[in-house]
C-alpha cells in the first residue's frame, strides 16, 4: 500500500510549526517539524519530503534560500511559502535567480492551507511551488 | 501671481480684497510692523484674480528716508509648489515611517494569530467535545476572524507588493464580485457593469483587491433595504491634470448616502459610520495605497431620503503605460 504524502514544516514559531504538524497528521499525511532553514535542508535530504511548508522570515537561512536549496536537493519537492510579513525583497531576489514563489499570508486558514496541500500532491503533482 | 492678464488689472489697486480672509488680519498688523520700523516676514494665502489659490510668502523691510519718514519695502513670492512639494515629502516620510512599523508589527501580530487559528482548528475537531463547548469554540473562531481582518487592513498595506504584475481590471472587478456573491444574492442587490473588458493595469493584485474590496463592502453594507442597486464602470482613462494613462473606476450605489458632516473625515483612521461592523480602516487603506500609486479618489454623495446615494470613483494610473489597451469593447 502506497504510504501517505510525507510533509515537513519549517517554522521557527514552534507552536505554529506543532500545531500544523498535528493537523496535517489528522488529515492522514505524515508530517514532521523543523525550526530553521538549515535543519529544514538536512532533514529534507534525508527524508525527501513529498511537500515543504515553509516559513519565510527565519534567522539564519531564510525560507526562500532553504526552500531553493531543497528544490535542488529534492526535484520532486512542491514547495507552500508563508509568511506574517511581506518578503519583497527576498522573493525579488529569488526571482532574480530564477525561483519564483507566490507566498501565503499568515494567518492562514487551515482549510485553505489544506486545499492548496491536496491541489498540489493530487492534481498538480509535478507542480513545484504555489 | 494673480493671474492678470493686464497691467490695469493691478497696478494702483489694493491687494486686501485678494488676501483669503483669514489671513487678513494677520497681514494688516504685518504691514502695521513694518510701517513702525519693524521688518519681517509672513506666509498668507491669496486667491487670485481668477479664482485660484496661492500661497505667498512676503518679506518686509521699513525704509527711511531724509525726513526720517518709513517707507514699506515689500518682496512677496508664490511659495505654492515648494509648499506642495514640502507636504508630499513629509507624506512620503510618513508613509514609509507607517509601513516600517506596520511590518514590524505584523510579523508579530500574524505569528500569534496563525498559531491561535490552528489551535482552534484542532480542538474543534474533539470527538468528545460538548455542543456547548464546540459553540464556543465556533464564536472563538469567528472573533479571531475579526482580528486578523483588522490585521489585514492595517498591517497588510506593505504586503502583497511581491509581484505586481499586468492584471485585467474588468477580471479582478468581476472576481471580487464573486466573492461578495453570497452577500449580493442574500441582499438582493442588482449590480450593473459598464465594463470595458480589454483593460489592463499594471499593479500588485493584493493591492488592488483591498481598494476595490473595500469599495464594494462600502456598497453593500450602504443599502438599508433589500433590492439596492451597485453600479461598476471601469474604463480606460487619462488623468485630467497630467495626461498620465491609467484606468478609471466608478462604484456607485443607491444605498443611505454619506451626511455631509461625516464626508471630510470619512478618510480618516478609525473613524467609521457602521457602528457595530465597521473598523473605520477601509476608506483610510484605499487612501493610503492610492497615494503610494499616485493615484486618486473622488467621492460624489447624497443623504437625502429617497434620492440618496454615493459614487466613489477612483484612477489607478498605470506604472507601465505602453501595453494598456484604449478603447475596447465593452462587456456588461
Known amino acids: 500500500m502506497k504510504s501517505a504524502p510525507f510533509i515537513l514544516v519549517v517554522d521557527d514559531e514552534p507552536v505554529v510549526a506543532g500545531s500544523l504538524v498535528q493537523i496535517l497528521e489528522s488529515e492522514g499525511y505524515r508530517a514532521a517539524a523543523e525550526s530553521d532553514g538549515l535543519s529544514a535542508i538536512q532533514r529534507a535530504e534525508q527524508d525527501h519530503p513529498d511537500l515543504l511548508i515553509c516559513d519565510v522570515i527565519m534567522p539564519g537561512v531564510d525560507g526562500i534560500e532553504a526552500a531553493r536549496r531543497i528544490m535542488k536537493l529534492c526535484p520532486r519537492t512542491r514547495t507552500i511559502l508563508f509568511s506574517g510579513r511581506s518578503a519583497a525583497g527576498l522573493l525579488q531576489h529569488a526571482s532574480d535567480k530564477g525561483f519564483r514563489f507566490d507566498v501565503m499570508m499568515k494567518p492562514v486558514k487551515p482549510a485553505d492551507l489544506l486545499g492548496a496541500i491536496r491541489r498540489l500532491l493530487e492534481i498538480e503533482p509535478y507542480a513545484r511551488a504555489v | 501671481m494673480v493671474g492678470a492678464t493686464d497691467p490695469d488689472a493691478v497696478i494702483g489697486k489694493s491687494i486686501y480684497p485678494l488676501i483669503t480672509p483669514e489671513h487678513r488680519e494677520r497681514f494688516r498688523r504685518f504691514n502695521e510692523n513694518v510701517c513702525h520700523g519693524y521688518k519681517g516676514s509672513l506666509e498668507f494665502d491669496i486667491v487670485g ?161 483591498q481598494v476595490f474590496s473595500n469599495l464594494i463592502l462600502n456598497a453593500i453594507d450602504a443599502m438599508t433595504a433589500n433590492r439596492g442597486k451597485i453600479w461598476i464602470k471601469v474604463r480606460g482613462a487619462h488623468d485630467w491634470r497630467d495626461g498620465r494613462r491609467g484606468v478609471r473606476v466608478t462604484i456607485a450605489d443607491n444605498g443611505c448616502g454619506i451626511g455631509p458632516e461625516h464626508m471630510p473625515r470619512i478618510f480618516d483612521s478609525f473613524y467609521t459610520t457602521k457602528q457595530d461592523i465597521g473598523t473605520g480602516l477601509g476608506l483610510w487603506l484605499v487612501r493610503n495605497i492610492l497615494q503610494k500609486h499616485h493615484g486618486r479618489i473622488h467621492v460624489r454623495s447624497r443623504s437625502n431620503r429617497g434620492k440618496s446615494g454615493t459614487a466613489f470613483t477612483v484612477f489607478w494610473p498605470d506604472s507601465n503605460e505602453a501595453s494598456i489597451s484604449l478603447p475596447g469593447a465593452k462587456a456588461s
Open chain 2, 49 to 209: 484674480l481668477h479664482g485660484t489659490r496661492r500661497h505667498m510668502e512676503i518679506h518686509g523691510a521699513p525704509l527711511r528716508d531724509r525726513d526720517d519718514t518709513i517707507l514699506h519695502l515689500g518682496v512677496a513670492r508664490d511659495v505654492t509648489e515648494s509648499k506642495r512639494a514640502e507636504e508630499a515629502l513629509r507624506r512620503s516620510e510618513k508613509l514609509a515611517a507607517v509601513g516600517r512599523l506596520a511590518a514590524t508589527v505584523a510579523h508579530e501580530i500574524n505569528n500569534p494569530l496563525e498559531s491561535v487559528t490552528n489551535l482552534l482548528y484542532l480542538a474543534k475537531k474533539d470527538p468528545s467535545l460538548g455542543i456547548d463547548t464546540l459553540q464556543h469554540l465556533l464564536l472563538a473562531d469567528q472573533e479571531l476572524e475579526r482580528v486578523a481582518q483588522v490585521a489585514r487592513q492595517t498591517l497588510g498595506f506593505y504586503r502583497d507588493t511581491t509581484n505586481p504584475s499586468r492584471l485585467n481590471v474588468a477580471k479582478a472587478v468581476d472576481e471580487l464580485l464573486g466573492v461578495y456573491g453570497y452577500r449580493l444574492r442574500n441582499r438582493e442587490i442588482t449590480v450593473t457593469k459598464a465594463m470595458d473588458s480589454s483593460v489592463t493595469v499594471f499593479a500588485s493584485s493584493g493591492e488592488f483587491r
